[in-house]
């Protein structure tokens, strides 16, 4: 499926959850006062080729599509516990491009990482110093280049990944879960809102 063909486009303004669409939608999900619960299907993940040299395009997003720079928020409540599992944030154009980020269970523990995919996967990860069952995700897009933040407590953002990304005339935005080695994963989301990105990503808080 091209899902940038499938989804239409809203002002930042106008976004509201009950504006997304699913790509790949999981069988258990719900959708009430702005927030979104999902639970994962049976293994189901994004990666492409490295080291592992296999390829799975099934994680559970829910976007919306994007034609200008901006800034995505969300809290996040998850308990992870089982290699893999993870939720988050991802931009995605398709198969082979794409960024995801959040936590990730990993070395035994709830990991803060990010995925970035252009044309096979890199994988960044550290310890997550705070409570990984509750955190907050940044995600900005300005021209070829996204920035990720995380918190603990919605207060203070650590920068979490710069880097390079294609530039297309739309992006498919949202929110993401994944459980590899597993189903019922049940993520919620709350107190997601986009706004045009300050002008300083990387330092202002």
Aim: aromatic share 14%.
């Amino acid at each position: 499926m091209d899902i940038l063909n499938v989804i239409s486009i809203f002002e930042i303004s106008d976004i509201t959850l009950d504006k997304f669409t699913w790509f790949n939608e999981p069988a258990q999900w719900s959708l009430k006062d702005n927030e979104l619960h999902m639970t994962t299907d049976k293994k189901t993940d994004f990666w492409q080729s490295t080291w592992y040299n296999f390829t799975f395009n099934s994680g559970h997003v829910y976007g919306v599509g994007i034609s200008e720079d901006f800034t995505l928020e969300v809290c996040v409540e998850a308990d992870f516990h089982t290699l893999y599992d993870q939720a988050g944030l991802m931009i995605y154009l398709d198969e082979k491009h794409w960024l995801k980020t959040g936590i990730e269970y990993n070395d035994g523990q709830p990991m803060i990482g990010s995925v970035l995919t252009n044309g096979v996967s890199d994988w960044a990860t550290g310890v997550f110093n705070g409570n990984p069952r509750k955190f907050w995700l940044r995600l900005s897009k300005v021209g070829n280049v996204v920035c990720v933040k995380y918190s603990t407590d919605n207060k203070t953002w650590i920068l979490l990944r710069l880097s390079a990304f294609p530039v297309s005339e739309k992006y498919f935005v949202g929110l993401m879960s994944c459980t590899p080695q597993r189903e019922g994963l049940t993520a919620k989301f709350s107190g997601v809102t986009f706004s045009k990105p300050v002008k300083d990503i990387i330092h202002s808080n």
